[in-house]
């Protein structure tokens, strides 16, 4: 498990879900863009919540390594979205040209 420091105070989740969310904030930090991002945090009674995140250039976010915090806290498909994300941000795909338009030349 990791505990992500952010804004002063200290939040319990997964070290998959950990690694996904700083890599996006590295990615959208480096194109000067900002996104909300909602991961699960486990609350210190042990409930599971949600907690929203503002990350780009400005972020400071800090993650470490805990133990002894319960089990390991996952979400496959959210990870998979996260990094799907990042590519995109490091890898921007464009909708294909089309052809320009122009006069046709026939070849004899």
Do not use: H, N
């Amino acid at each position: 498990m990791q505990s992500i420091l952010y804004g002063g105070d200290e939040f319990l989740t997964g070290d998959d879900i950990a690694d996904a969310l700083l890599a996006y904030g590295r990615a959208l930090g480096d194109e000067e863009r900002a996104e909300i991002v909602e991961i699960p945090v486990r609350e210190p009674d042990g409930t599971i919540v949600a907690a929203k995140f503002l990350i780009g250039p400005a972020s400071q976010i800090v993650a470490k390594t805990v133990t002894g915090s319960g089990p390991e806290l996952e979400d496959p498909e959210l990870v998979r979205r996260l990094q799907s994300l990042t590519r995109g941000v490091e890898s921007p795909s464009g909708q294909p040209l089309d052809a320009p338009e122009g006069p046709e030349y026939e070849l004899d």
